[in-house]
């Protein structure tokens, strides 16, 4: 028997990016006896009960065969409801994609050709540069730190003939803050301007702690939104997302949707039905509690934009690269994330405060003590 080298079957196209280190985080956790694990993009609260029983009675009742491509009708239907009573467009068509990620995948795919540009704001949420070079797109990166907020003149100046999209995403993974009403019509007219499409990251749009949220859809009709139920009902591991947007863009994503995820998980699609109708609003407060006692924990000791939703804060690492001082925190048994995962500078890391308030006690304590 011959051994040929496994490595020469590997595509090219996966050389370019790294394993998540995020990943790397999990694993590390899983090797700890108690860990304040505050890297976690994850609510710390359970799918609620009823939400678990309509799971559970959509798989006893067999609803277990594939649903439509698009999703199943009942959701489509009420999601569509909500979204037209919202924007108002002539022209918004949405549809179930498995879990958000999925829906960025299909974005992806089906609107990016190799060589197009697409633009993304530094930090950002760390799956978008892989997916663009996945599909032979060019990331072109706008520095927004330190104030991580939008600067409209370097969006402006960044385009080229060859850009295609913009990524955007309030609020954002990982620094928490939310766009302010201004960015997001500046972008909106911008992309609308210039004939470039526009992607609204929107997983976090129910934890918004500062007034109403808002989409940049609601100053250009042509918006794509991506949005879901992992992060709103703790839903992570169930992949049921949704993408709404001009009819020909969701068709096309449809389209490549049945040669790859086939459909979100039916019986979860059917649950996310009855989630809909139930009111999480206190768990949000919750998250709005837990932000403004981090942001009270670490005032006075470290930098950092407030978060005006998410549950994350972004805060400056005190000396040295963020990738030393998470060595530090480590060493204490505190999990967090370095920011060179999110961007390419390496000054600042990851909190998530979607973690238990005793868990959160001890992880400022540890932070104190390391400034």
């Given at each position: ?269 059917h649950a996310a039905l009855a989630a809909m109708d139930f009111d999480m609003t206190h768990h949000y407060m919750d998250y709005r509690r837990k932000r403004d006692r981090i942001v009270a924990g ?74």
């Amino acid at each position: 028997m011959s051994h040929h080298d496994a490595n020469a079957w590997i595509a090219k196209r996966t050389l370019s990016f790294d394993s998540s280190g995020i990943r790397k985080m999990f694993a590390l956790a899983a090797t700890m006896k108690n860990p304040i694990n505050l890297s976690i993009g994850l609510p710390d609260f359970d799918v609620p009960a009823p939400i678990r029983e309509s799971a559970c009675d959509a798989i006893h009742s067999g609803k277990n065969a594939y649903s439509q491509t698009q999703g199943i009708a009942p959701l489509i239907d009420k999601l569509k409801g909500e979204i037209q009573s919202q924007y108002k467009h002539d022209d918004r068509s949405v549809f179930i994609s498995s879990g958000t990620s999925g829906g960025l995948v299909l974005a992806m795919l089906a609107m990016v050709d190799p060589g197009d540009e697409v633009i993304v704001f530094d930090p950002y949420f760390v799956m978008y540069v892989p997916l663009i070079q996945l599909v032979g797109g060019v990331p072109v990166l706008i520095d927004t730190h330190p104030t991580f907020r939008i600067d409209l003149d370097r969006v402006r100046s960044a385009i080229t003939p060859k850009t295609k999209m913009v990524l955007f995403n309030s609020p954002c993974n990982p620094t928490g803050v939310a766009a302010s009403v201004e960015e997001m019509r500046g972008i909106a007219e911008l992309c609308d301007k210039h004939g470039i499409a526009l992607i609204s990251d929107e997983i976090y749009s129910r934890f918004h702690f500062d007034g109403p949220v808002r989409s940049p859809a609601e100053f250009n009709p042509q918006t794509i939104v991506i949005d879901g139920f992992s992060k709103s009902h703790a839903m992570t591991g169930w992949r049921v997302g949704y993408v709404h947007g001009p009819d020909a863009i969701i068709q096309s994503m449809v389209k490549l949707q049945q040669y790859s995820f086939v459909c979100a998980p039916t019986p979860l699609q059917h649950a996310a039905l009855a989630a809909m109708d139930f009111d999480m609003t206190h768990h949000y407060m919750d998250y709005r509690r837990k932000r403004d006692r981090i942001v009270a924990g670490l005032r006075g000791y470290y930098e950092f934009v407030e978060p005006g939703g998410a549950f994350y804060i972004y805060p400056k690492a005190p000396s040295g690269t963020a990738t030393e001082f998470v060595a530090r925190c480590i060493e204490k048994e505190l999990l967090v994330i370095p920011g060179k995962i999110f961007s390419k500078h390496d000054t600042h890391f990851r909190i998530s405060f979607a973690a238990s308030d005793a868990m959160l006690e001890r992880g400022i304590e540890v932070l104190r003590s390391l400034v």
